[in-house]
């Protein structure tokens, strides 16, 4: 369904977020996800032939672009697809491959690693460790199904125990 790994490589080219490793890494978030809410499960209550295949094509068309027209469209807010594959998104952007992508981007961008004189805030030029309190740490909150839930709690201790090791080693501590 995605394609040929050359298209997908374009995708990403210039986005360090988005590239083949979010896609795949992406794709079997999305499907143990929804198997996990009882969409690939036939004997599920929910179930539908056709779910797993809006969760791939949903995920695939927030992949290149169409994120905006994706997200706030009202029809898709109580779809539990929908659901899989905002979890799945924001799963990806947190916890250790979320730390990792957070300063790779960073990295690309030539953002400072830290600067203790910069607080966080929402403009674009942001050393990498005020993501974690800009947008990171909030994304446990935004989960939409219970499964996302489950795997957000442990990834958001995770990026905590990062970053208090972090200060402590910036800060000369540890």
Not at 14 to 39: K, N, P, T
Not at 61 to 77: M, P, Q, R, W, Y
Not at 150 to 174: C, N, P, Q, T
Request: include cysteine; glycine fraction near 10%.
């Amino acid at each position: 369904m995605l394609g040929s790994s050359t298209n997908v490589n374009r995708i990403g080219e210039h986005d360090s977020g988005c590239d083949m490793s979010h896609l795949v890494l992406g794709s079997g978030s999305r499907l143990s996800l929804a198997r996990e809410e009882g969409l690939g499960d036939p004997s599920s209550p929910g179930y539908s032939q056709d779910s797993i295949e809006v969760v791939e094509l949903a995920a695939l068309l927030h992949d290149i672009g169409f994120k905006n027209e994706v997200t706030h469209a009202s029809c898709f807010d109580s779809s539990l697809e929908f659901g899989v594959v905002q979890d799945a998104d924001r799963l990806d952007a947190i916890g250790a491959i979320g730390i990792a992508r957070c300063f790779t981007f960073g990295g690309s961008k030539n953002r400072p690693l830290h600067d203790p004189s910069i607080p966080p805030r929402t403009d674009e030029r942001q050393p990498s460790i005020n993501h974690f309190h800009e947008k990171l740490l909030k994304l446990k909150d935004l989960m939409k199904t219970k499964a996302g839930q489950r795997r957000a709690e442990g990834r958001h201790k995770f990026m905590l125990d990062f970053l208090k090791v972090f200060y402590e080693e910036w800060d000369g501590r540890a």
